[in-house]
Each structure stands twice: as C-alpha cells, then as structure tokens.
C-alpha cells in the first residue's frame, strides 16, 4: 500500500524543465521551423525525467534571462549547421559548411550565463563544440582532412541504426569525472560530426578522446554546476545504451538539484 501511495504521488510531482536548443529548418525548401530531434526530448523525459522544452534559436523571440528562470537546465543538441567561425576568430571558408547565426546568438551567450550561475547544461556534438567555442576555444572545419585523423562523420546513405552504430572507442583521463560516471577507463561510442575542437576554451577541461586524438568529452573547470558535454550523440537509445543512460541520469539528477535548491530559495531568504 505504501509503495502504491508514494508511486502516485511521485506522478504528481512536477517534472522540471530541461529546454532543448532548436535549429533553425526549412519545410519543404519553403516554410521556416524550428526543429529539434525527438530522440533528445525521449532522453530528457524518459532517462533523465525532466520536461522537455524546445526553445527556438532566435535572439528576437527569445531572451537568456528569460530562458534562464522557465528551464531548471538546458541541453545543446546536435545539428546540420556549424558554428560560425567569427565566433572564434576566424574567416568563414566552404569547409566550415552551413551555419545558423541565431543559433550562435541563443545558445553561446546562455553557455556563459549557466556556467556562471551554475545552472546545469549538458552539450552533445554540436553542443559539444558550443560549449567549447562559448569558453573562447575554437574549431577545426573538418577534422577528416587533418592528418591521422578519422573521418568521423556518418555514413551518408545508411539507415538510422547503421549511422548512429558504435564506431569508435573513447579513453577517458583515470580516475577523472567521466571514467567515474561510466566506471570504465574507456568506452564505445557512436561518431556523426565533421568539425571538431582545434584550441580548448579557458577552463575547459578535456577528458575524453578518440583513437585519433580528437577531443571526445570536457568540463568546465570550476564550474558551479554541471556541465559535461560529449561529441558523440548519446540520445540514440538513451534509455538502454549503458554510455548513455548513465550520462542522462547524472544531468537529470543536476537539473532536479538545482530546481529543488531553487523552490527553497524563497524561503531561505526570508
């Protein structure tokens, strides 16, 4: 009887808010959108148990203080567009392929906002890269075109499960904060992305790598809250994969932490 009555009441309970940074899209070559990959709001609501809200990339409908006190925490997804280049200093060429400038204006300001206020993120692939460019590092246009590196990029013809398949291992530094939560010096992962970091942002901390050296999974050093972020795309099956199961939970536990601590403040402050 009591398991049943804690089980309903913890259905009653409010879910916070996980809010999921969209791309920019076009239907049919015609209609502006905003899209955002269903697997990234399974992840959110059914592993890391948080609601997700997807958010659109557009500094004129959306402001980050705004975003900041509707989502307890924020996930940067993947996506088709690059960041852009003058965000880190450089000249835009055709390696760095397709961009999205609203994007860039949403997301990397809202990075430096969260990490200051320890606010908890969690960045993939795109995100990923966001998140390093957004601490003042920069990228590489197209990692396969380095020498010794992979092409880390999906099969372009494949189903979904032949792009998202595991490719690569990633080793982790011993005894770090990844190799804890995954408790292995090493794991396999998926690999859909074509840039990569070039320089590490101030306090990113680098703590997971490719065969190739490429930079795989980072931190922000001294960050209040949580901030780890991956190349790789964890989403896919989040709920089974045992990489990215425990990665979801460890952001949704942040993101309950922070929206609890958040209820409270009113009345510590009282």
Not at 25 to 33: K, L, M
């Amino acid at each position: 009887m009591f398991a049943l009555q804690q089980g309903s009441s913890a259905s009653k309970m409010q879910r916070p808010v996980v809010g999921i940074i969209g791309n920019a899209h076009w239907i049919n070559d015609q209609y502006p959108a905003h899209a955002g990959g269903l697997m990234n709001s399974e992840a959110v609501a059914e592993v890391a148990h948080c609601m997700p809200l997807l958010i659109p990339s557009d500094p004129r409908l959306v402001r980050v203080e705004e975003l900041m006190e509707v989502c307890a925490g924020f996930l940067f997804t993947g996506g088709r567009p690059n960041v852009h280049p003058e965000e880190y200093g450089e000249a835009e060429t055709e390696a760095h392929g397709t961009f999205d400038r609203g994007r860039d204006a949403v997301a990397l300001p809202l990075i430096r906002a969260c990490v200051e206020r320890g606010q908890p993120i969690m960045g993939v692939c795109r995100g990923f890269q966001e998140v390093n460019v957004a601490m003042g590092g920069s990228l590489y246009p197209e990692i396969r075109d380095l020498p010794g590196r992979m092409n880390h990029r999906m099969p372009p013809d494949a189903t979904l499960d032949e792009k998202f398949a595991l490719r690569h291992s990633v080793r982790f530094t011993p005894g770090g904060v990844f190799h804890r939560l995954f408790g292995a010096p090493e794991v396999m992962t998926n690999s859909l992305h074509g840039q990569g970091i070039k320089t590490a942002g101030q306090r990113i901390v680098i703590e997971g790598w490719a065969p190739d050296d490429t930079p795989e999974a980072l931190y922000v050093k001294d960050a209040p809250g949580f901030t780890l972020s991956v190349q790789w795309h964890p989403e896919y099956k989040a709920a089974t994969d045992p990489v990215s199961r425990p990665l979801f939970e460890a952001f949704g536990a942040a993101v309950r932490d922070w929206a609890g601590a958040r209820r409270l403040r009113p009345a510590m402050s009282a």
